[in-house]
């Protein structure tokens, strides 16, 4: 076929529409990653809840589709410590169209060169089960930690790209970074595990990042196929994690630069706004305010420049 025949016929498509701001579209593949414990799962089960409810998430804009969330590594009692409230006994009311689901990983033999096919089996087989449009895969990285693993997780990946291409579905994927000292250094794509495995089958891929800030962390894209970055170095997305009764989730705090996220400077013009405010007797809540920071990052960033 020619070019110019391939165009048109594209031209035909349907237009992607956002399913996380410019970010991430319906059709495609993506990566997000982060070390652990910064939240990556909070973001992503969120985000989800957003599609699955017609609603925006972080101000970026959503479609509402059947979500289905495969997750290989959080318990049903972690699930609940996060959705529910004790004081009031009350849980979160997920929308019916947000669908969870298991692998048992025991049960998985990662040097059976067939382990890869039957995965995918698996998780095809319950998306055409549950009807779902978009999908999450939580986690691969215990599949891409060493180079057996690696060859695996490959597998996995131009497997799930086929199902975005063939089945028109879009697929998020769940990953770890190396466990390095990491801090103070810019994200990049060399910090997602087995990295040159996982993202090369990529459309787009984004990270979080830990702050030297305390109580914040940043969102940052890598890689976007089909799309400008927007959320690059000099203009991160920052985050706070906060439990909203009986929802763990994050709220968008301000857009920033890199460096000012992962170097912390006594004499940042900022940090010395707080000392001052201090000084003359404002309470940390309303220093909190004011800089859109919660207040146990304001005692926390006090306490760090009164060492």
């Not at 033999?109 to 698996?122: E, F, H, R, T, W």
């Not at 991160?236 to 909203?244: A, D, Q, T």
């Not at 996220?261 to 013009?269: L, Q, T, V």
Request: overall charge neutral; hydrophobic content about 40%; proline content about 1%.
């Amino acid at each position: 076929m020619q070019l110019t025949d391939w165009l048109v016929a594209a031209k035909s498509l349907n237009k992607t529409q956002p399913l996380f701001g410019s970010i991430w579209h319906t059709g495609e593949l993506a990566i997000v990653f982060a070390d652990t414990g910064l939240g990556k799962s909070v973001l992503i089960y969120s985000l989800f809840d957003a599609i699955t409810s017609n609603c925006n998430f972080l101000n970026l804009a959503t479609t509402f589709k059947k979500g289905l969330y495969f997750d290989f590594e959080l318990s049903s009692q972690s699930i609940y410590n996060r959705y529910s409230n004790s004081s009031n006994d009350t849980i979160y009311p997920f929308n019916s169209n947000f669908i969870r689901a298991e692998i048992n990983l025991d049960s998985i033999n990662l040097a059976n060169s067939s382990s890869g096919n039957n995965i995918l089996k698996y998780i095809e087989g319950e998306i055409i089960k549950q009807n779902a449009e978009v999908v999450c895969i939580d986690n691969i990285s215990f599949i891409a930690t060493d180079n057996e693993k690696s060859r695996f997780a490959t597998q996995l990946m131009k497997g799930l790209l086929q199902l975005t291409r063939k089945n028109g579905l879009s697929i998020l994927v769940l990953a770890h970074e190396p466990k390095e000292d990491k801090f103070s250094n810019k994200i990049t794509l060399n910090r997602l595990a087995g990295s040159k495995a996982l993202s090369n089958f990529a459309d787009t891929i984004f990270a979080l990042g830990k702050s030297s800030i305390w109580g914040l962390i940043y969102l940052k894209e890598l890689k976007n196929r089909n799309r400008e970055i927007i959320y690059h170095e000099n203009n991160v997305m920052v985050l706070e994690r906060i439990k909203k009764d009986n929802f763990l989730t994050f709220d968008y705090v301000r857009f920033d630069s890199e460096n000012n996220m992962i170097e912390f400077n006594p004499s940042d013009e900022r940090n010395m706004k707080i000392l001052e405010m201090k000084n003359r007797g404002v309470s940390n809540v309303k220093i909190g305010e004011e800089f859109k920071i919660s207040e146990t990052a304001v005692r926390k960033i006090l306490k760090k420049l009164q060492e």
